[in-house]
């Protein structure tokens, strides 16, 4: 991936903006698409996903015909980041949100802008699958260095900066000053000392690590976060109870995928540089998340946990309410 060539500012309110557009544009004016026939006996669904390793279930689904197999005709709108389609999915303008880190969504939900239910799980951390990276001559050497530092991550207030704050509260370090920064402007911004440091996910992980030279100071999905959900399948109430079979019929369809994606880590990498700019011999490195194959409200309870000791819940919360049955 050739960071370097990457357009600068994608995460710029304008550019934001601009992207939500395009995003509206492509889904439509007419509001779900569950509900439209797709003329051959299938149900049209439209499914706005990021070019993470977190989608990956999403295209093998689609590759392989497990959509096809339950009555399904999906269409996939790529988004830079899940918040930008929380608009569309509210209006019915897209049906689901794949990738959608929860952190965003379960706020929303608390805050009465959506009115949220969860379809699936997407994927859960795994070792290295998201890291923090400094510079190769960085001045930043232990992960107690990091205190005060200035750290690029996606959204902020979220679920990259939950994660990390919890793996160093349990050192007993100090936290950074977190910067948002979209994933694909990562490398840039660390290459011309705009941060200190990036927590990146894959498959930007891996990319900044090989373009840059850059170091892992620290793996970000060790303990006390190890196996946490952080990004599933979305959809709305509405969508849920007016489609209940395609809600179904797209959870089965996506569990099947999630199965294959944990059991064959290829076809995970084989599926990568269909949808994001990954080369097939980078996809072959870079570090995997955790598949579940069915949701666990005790493992996101952990999440939701998380979330309110750090002050990103107001209340208690139960995710069993939000899990589409």
């Known amino acids: 991936m050739a960071l370097r060539r990457l357009r600068p500012g994608i995460g710029k309110p304008a550019v934001v903006l601009a992207a939500l557009t395009l995003l509206l544009a492509a889904c439509g004016e007419d509001g779900g698409g569950s509900s439209n026939s797709a003329g051959n006996g299938r149900t049209k669904l439209k499914v706005a996903a990021l070019p993470l390793t977190d989608s990956a279930a999403l295209y093998i689904a689609r590759d392989r015909g497990l959509f096809e197999k339950e009555g399904l005709d999906v269409t996939i709108q790529p ?3 899940s918040i930008q389609a929380l608009p569309a999915l509210s209006k019915g303008q897209v049906d ?6 929860y952190v965003t969504f379960l706020q929303a939900d608390e805050k009465g802008t959506l009115d949220l239910r969860i379809l699936a799980e997407g994927v859960r951390t795994a070792p290295h699958m998201m890291d923090v990276l400094v510079p190769e ?4 050497k232990t992960v107690a260095d990091l205190a005060g530092k200035k750290v690029a991550v996606n959204i902020l207030n979220n679920i990259q900066s939950l994660t990390l704050n919890a793996i160093l509260d349990k ?4 936290r950074p000053v977190y910067r948002q920064i979209a994933f694909p402007q990562m490398g840039p911004a660390l290459e011309r000392g705009q941060v200190d440091a990036v927590h990146a996910v894959e498959p930007f992980d891996s990319a900044i690590q090989g373009e840059l030279k850059a170091k892992v100071l620290m793996d970000g999905g060790s303990a006390p976060v190890q196996s946490l959900p952080i990004s599933g399948y979305v959809t709305t109430k509405k969508f ?3 489609h209940p079979e395609a809600a179904a019929a797209f959870r089965r369809a996506i569990e099947a995928a999630s199965k294959i994606a ?3 880590p290829s076809a995970v990498r084989d599926e990568l540089p269909k949808y994001t700019k990954v ?3 980078q996809a072959q490195t870079i570090g995997l998340p955790a598949y579940p194959t ?3 409200a005790a493992q996101l309870r952990r999440l939701t946990r998380l979330m309110e000791d750090q002050g990103l819940l107001k209340s208690s919360i139960d995710p069993a309410t939000l899990l589409v049955k």
Do not use: Y
């Open 79 to 81: 988004v830079q980041q």
């Open 96 to 101: 689901v949100i794949a990738s959608a880190n």
């Open 137 to 140: 001559d960085s001045k930043v």
């Open 171 to 174: 050192q007993g370090v100090g």
């Open 240 to 242: 849920a109870t007016d």
């Open 262 to 264: 944990a059991t064959e």
């Open 279 to 281: 080369t097939a011999e």
């Open 294 to 296: 069915s949701t666990d």
